[in-house]
């Protein structure tokens, strides 16, 4: 043990002093995504309430009194125009509305992501909904019928979700992602250092001349790399908390309206921690070890970055269909599929739905393929055509 | 200390060494001696336990590098010429951390240190990172990682490659004072000047074959006074 310890020593040593590698690993992350997180949706939120507050000149034709004063009402001003959809098209109105035969239509850009034609359009369909029913209600108190008639019951749709499932919303989702991401973004800077940057810089020779088997050594760079994609996750994580304490700290009712989205607060307890924190270890060991395998492969750091790109996609992607978690029955035999088992089980941690089984299954298997992945960086160390190939 | 019977190794289809037989002695330098591609680097390899050999045995110190190659690190250092060692550590660490593979921690570790440092001159820059050093000081720091157990056996490959006039002085010098202590050296190069100052045998190798094998003395006679005319002689004449 000790010459495995002697080697994630060295190797870390070798990380930790590069300051740029640092900082791009380490620090970067911290400042990094809390404006990743939260700056769009607090940027998106500020801008559409903003052009709401606006007063905007839509075009109009052919609309009534009554309508235009609505619209006026609901801080627009409405210009009379021959062809509203032409000057809409054309850009020099964000909306416009023509009316005849009883319909009222509605003009804007509605497609290419949140425009202030949409904004816009939304406010000019708030005001005609509010006169719809101003009009009805007079229609219906002139007749003698009460208003009620219109809404003979309520429905109400009731989240059953415990609270802790509530808390965590999308957060569920996103922290297992952003985990997985930084686990392998840490863990490479290890890998590749230790493996074909050895080769590269003419350091790997000298290291296969001690007295140590090969496990040891192979075992001793993952752990390395294990223990660096760790710390990346927790930098990850940290700036993702540093990012919700400084938005709720500084935009709070945004962060209500639009942080809603990610959900509110994440809150584990400790046997959940535990896990989580083994499930991180177990899939660091399990991309260490095949990045290890791959860094060990290539001839050079540049080909092996060639290699872990593709890794990573390959990683990530079922990460994404995660997000239909809840839409489809996830199967149980999930538990042993690489990463996607780990992210299942985390998000599970985070929301108290984890069952023994589950953590079991997933635990077991991870462990399993990273010795698997182990002993194939063991295979390629001992190959002397790979070793020597550059 | 050395002793190499009937070595081959072949990768894929190309024959690197063949039957290849020699013994080095204890006190005694070895010039393995080629041009590029002649095997040197593949025999030394062999040597080191960092490639098998094909057919043939190659023991260190009595034990066969095949079945026992971990004990069989422990009898030797390797150098070479493109070897490099970690350049964001200090040259103590460099040297600690191959130190604890051989188990020389503490007291046993500063022992080793002292004797390497005073041998090779290092005790200025020990605590200087090898990417603040000179190519001679790490170079240095390259030979002391292969010494500091002690060896018996040193092998080195074209270790003098990229060294300024300087660095290769101190490193010729080095080998006759390490060879001086009783120790086994196989010196492999291409250059025939540097074997002609160290050797006391040496070995002409020719596209994996060993084609002459004689006393120093005596292939300097055949080459009437350069081990470059005696190598080239003796490659026209076999081939």
Known sequence: MDSVLRVSWKELVQVFRDRKLVFSTLILPV??????????????????????????????????EEALKALEEAHLVPVPVQDPEALVREGRYPAGIAYQDGVYRVYARLSGGITEGQVVAGKVQNALQSLKERKVAEALAQRGVPLEVLSPFRVEAVDTATEREKASGLLGFLLPFFLVIFILSGGQVVAVDATAGEKEK????????????????????????????????????????LGGAWARRFAPDLLAQGGAALGGQVVVDGGSLLGLFLSAFLLALLMGAVMVALGLYARSFKEAQS????????????????????????????SLLPIVN???????????????????????????????????????????????RN | MIEVVGLTKVYRTQKAVQDLSFQVNPGEVYALLGPNGAGKTTTLRVLATLVRPTAGTARVGGLDVGREPIRVRRKLGLVNGGMRVYDRLTGR????????????????????????????????????????????????????????????VLLLDEATAGLDIFARRALLDFV????????????????????????????????????????????????????ERAFVRTIREAA
């Open chain 1, 342 to 388: 780990v992210a299942l089980l985390m998000d599970a941690l985070f929301k108290g739905t984890a069952t023994p089984s589950m953590a079991l299954f997933t635990w077991g298997s991870t462990l399993l393929y990273a010795l698997l992945a182990l002993l194939g960086a063991v295979r390629v160390f001992a190959r002397e055509e790979v070793v020597f």
């Open chain 2, 176 to 227: 006759k004072a390490y060879r001086d202590l009783g120790n086994a050296i196989l010196y492999s190069t291409h250059v025939m000047s540097e074997a002609e100052e160290v050797a006391d045998r040496v070995g002409f190798l020719h596209r994996g074959r060993l084609v002459y094998e004689a006393s120093k003395e005596e292939a300097l006679a055949l080459g009437e006074g350069s081990l």
């Open chain 2, 93 to 152: 660490e460099v040297l600690e951390f191959f130190a604890g593979f051989y188990g020389l921690k503490g007291k046993a570790f500063q022992e080793a240190l002292d004797w390497v440092a005073g041998f090779l001159s290092l005790e200025e820059t020990l605590d200087k990172r090898v990417m603040e050093m000179s190519t001679g000081m790490r170079q240095k720091i390259v030979i002391a990682r292969a010494i500091l157990h002690r060896p018996p």
């Open chain 1, 202 to 241: 003419g350091t790997l020779e000298a290291l296969l001349t001690a007295p140590v088997p090969l496990f040891h050594l192979a075992l001793g760079k993952t752990l390395a790399a294990v223990a660096m994609a760790l710390l990346s996750g927790v930098a990850g994580l940290s700036g993702l908390a």
């Open chain 1, 31 to 64: 400042l990094l995504m809390p404006v990743l997180m939260f700056g769009p949706t607090l940027l998106l939120e500020r801008v559409v309430q903003k052009t709401a507050e606006k007063r905007q000149e839509v075009a109009v034709a052919g609309v009534p």
């Open chain 1, 307 to 334: 290699y872990l790109a593709p890794l990573q996609l390959l990683a990530i992607l079922p990460l994404l269909f995660l997000q239909f978690r809840g839409l489809v029955e996830v199967p149980s035999w999930t």
